[in-house]
């Protein structure tokens, strides 16, 4: 049982180019999520996925796309990086959306250059 | 709109000692408190959390939070801290209700560094 899943662990990019983080869990929840932590801010939502078929904007989706694969995986797509989207990006899932505590993957750290 | 605020960027304490990290909020309505912890390039791991009922929650590794109405406030405690505490703890509400626009997200507090020295 991994949990949750995230490729890469490191990235980076220079300024225009495109990539996609991946993320899996093998847990069978619905909920899916995607944070972004920056220093002395916390982790700010991104997007999430309420269940397979769904997707909702967070509070700083400018910038990203996601897409729910299936119920396992939830990928986060950057059209085109800016100096801005350096970050470490963080998935998540949880059981449902409300009470229930999320699961957090180990974490994609990427610099735009 | 919701808030979750963490007054201290760190806590220091010695090995043994009780510890306590703070944490205050603000929800329109009833709040879901959350406490994870993050160790170094790892990701956040839930410890505890507060739905509804008893105002003293246990969680994993000894860690424990009262919840404080009149005071807004989530404080994590831990009786007799470890070494192996030492991490960044975060803190995070969630509004019970939906509000007008669905889903309340969790917000998450800036965190707090834990340093147990031995």
């Known amino acids: 049982n991994a949990g949750v899943t995230q490729t890469p662990k490191f990235q980076v990019l220079k300024t225009g180019q495109s990539m996609t983080l991946q993320c899996a869990q093998d847990m069978n929840h619905n909920s899916m999520y995607w944070y972004r932590q920056d220093p002395g801010m916390g982790l700010r939502l991104i997007y999430y996925?309420?269940?397979?078929?769904?997707?909702d904007k967070g509070e700083v989706p400018n910038g990203y796309n996601v897409s729910r694969l299936n119920k396992r995986e939830f990928s986060l797509r950057l059209e085109s990086a800016a100096p801005s989207q350096t970050s470490v990006y963080f998935c998540?899932?949880?059981?449902?959306?409300?009470?229930?505590?999320?699961?957090f993957g180990p974490g994609t750290r990427l610099t735009v250059t | 709109a919701q808030s979750v605020a963490q007054p201290e960027d760190q806590v220091n304490v010695a090995e043994g000692n009780p510890l306590t990290v703070k944490c205050t909020y603000s929800?329109?309505?009833?709040?879901?408190l959350f406490w994870y912890v993050q160790y170094p390039n790892r990701g956040l791991q839930f410890l505890l959390k507060?739905?509804?009922?008893?105002?003293l929650v246990k969680g994993s590794y000894g860690f424990e939070a009262e919840f404080n109405k009149s005071q807004t406030s989530f404080h994590l405690k831990k009786p007799s801290a470890l070494v192996s505490d030492s991490a960044l703890y975060f803190c995070?509400?969630?509004?019970?209700?939906?509000?007008?626009?669905?889903?309340?997200?969790?917000?998450f507090g800036t965190g707090t560094r834990l340093l147990v020295s031995p």
């Open positions: 995070a509400v969630r509004d019970s209700g939906w509000g007008g626009t669905g889903f309340q997200k969790l917000v």
């Open positions: 507060y739905i509804t009922g008893d105002n």
């Open positions: 998540a899932s949880s059981e449902a959306l409300g009470t229930d505590e999320q699961y």
């Open positions: 929800v329109s309505g009833n709040p879901y």
């Open positions: 996925s309420a269940s397979e078929g769904t997707t």
